[in-house]
């Protein structure tokens, strides 16, 4: 019904920058929110950011200052851009989306299938 793509996962160098981005297609009607998780080998999938259709936006405490979550609402598109990369920040990153779709009366949470972001010297 719903695909989440993301892109954007490299291998960088730690101080390094990237911007991840993800596009949501498919049967819908509206997306209440779209956020970013990420999980690093042998833990949980933890929360990154999350953005409202509104643009009210959300950090984990850990990521205040470094990430910014940005969207566009008309192209179904979410962003993250990570500055001051660390080695800690390595992790499949996964993108989120609560969506209402057609036929639908309430919203459900979409993944996509994750991009891999190495920081790395």
């Known amino acids: 019904q719903v695909q989440l793509v993301e892109s954007g996962g490299d291998l960088v160098q730690p101080g390094g920058s990237l911007r991840l981005s993800c596009v949501a297609s498919?049967?819908?009607?509206?997306?209440?929110?779209m956020g970013w998780f990420r999980q690093a080998p042998g833990k949980e999938r933890e929360w990154v950011a999350t953005i409202t259709n509104g643009g009210s936006t959300n950090y984990a405490d850990s990521k205040k200052g470094r990430f910014t979550i940005s969207r566009d609402n008309a192209n179904n598109t979410v962003w993250l851009q990570m500055n001051n990369l660390k080695p800690e920040d390595t992790a499949v990153y996964y993108c989120n989306a609560l969506v209402l779709t057609y036929g639908s009366s309430r919203s459900r949470g979409f993944w996509g299938q994750g991009t891999q972001v190495t920081v790395s010297s």
């Open positions: 498919g049967s819908i009607f509206s997306i209440t929110a």
